[in-house]
T-cell receptor, first 114, second 114 residues
Framework: EAQVTQNPRYLITVTGKKLTVTCSQN?????MSWYRQDPGLGLRQIYY???????DKGDVPEGYKVSRKEKRNFPLILESPSPNQTSLYFC?????????????FGSGTRLTVV | AQSVTQLDSQVPVFEEAPVELRCNYS??????LFWYVQYPNQGLQLLLK??????LVKGINGFEAEFNKSQTSFHLRKPSVHISDTAEYFC????????????FGKGTLLTVNP
């Protein structure tokens, strides 16, 4: 089944403790992206990647890192999480030929930083 | 830059009533437009998309949307809603071509009451 898999689904952590949220897709998509969803703000892009070893900042990149060493994986790293990063996070992927396809989304990771 | 405005943050309706969720976009170039649905505690699922073919687009679950270039709108409609349509709906825009970014609106919560 074609899908984007995120782990974990739920995570509670403490301020300052480094964490990684994994994202993997099995559709051979070139383009991958991370979004955060907050009430009343919709989805905002954190980082994106056009292909292996090619990443760039989205609209709200502060406090986050990403890497794209393999085509299928695009982990999101919070090196020193803070409470304002409590949010619902989505990974998404797409073919890079154009924006016509839209994205396939993962099921989300609900992160709470205390 | 592209942007999306969803004109209603919440839309309550009764079961079997028609519904329209409004979306306006802003872009200086041709665009692709999308509607996504998010059921409670789930990820985003593509409902339908406009990619410069027919202006009336039919999607899943009986939804349709009409692209209106002169009014820069892409409103989502359903003639008769069900309880199971209760969800949050997001309008999104992409410029396509080499720009893959999807920009989302802030969402409209559709609540269908018995």
């Amino acid at each position: 089944e074609a899908q984007v898999t995120q782990n974990p689904r739920y995570l509670i952590t403490v301020t300052g403790k480094k964490l990684t949220v994994t994202c993997s897709q099995n559709m051979n998509h070139e383009y991958m992206s991370w979004y955060r969803q907050d009430p009343g703000l919709g989805l905002r892009q954190i980082y994106y990647s056009m292909n292996v070893e090619v990443t760039d900042k989205g609209d709200v990149p502060e406090g986050y890192k990403v890497s794209r060493k393999e085509k299928r994986n695009f982990p999101l790293i919070l090196e020193s999480p803070s409470p304002n990063q409590t949010s619902l996070y989505f990974c998404a992927s797409s073919f890079a030929s154009s924006g016509v396809y839209g994205y396939t989304f993962g099921s989300g990771t609900r992160l709470t930083v205390v | 830059a592209q942007s999306v405005t969803q004109l209603d943050s919440q839309v309550p309706v009764f079961e079997e009533a028609p519904v329209e969720l409004r979306c306006n976009y802003s872009s200086s170039v041709s665009v692709y437009l999308f509607w996504y649905v998010q059921y409670p505690n789930q990820g985003l699922q593509l409902l339908l998309k406009y990619t410069s073919a027919a202006t009336l687009v039919k999607g899943i679950n009986g939804f349709e949307a009409e692209f209106n270039k002169s009014q820069t709108s892409f409103h989502l409609r359903k003639p008769s809603v069900h309880i199971s349509d209760t969800a949050e709906y997001f309008c999104a825009v992409s410029r396509g071509g080499s720009n893959y970014k999807l920009t989302f609106g802030k969402g409209t919560l559709l609540t269908v009451n018995p």
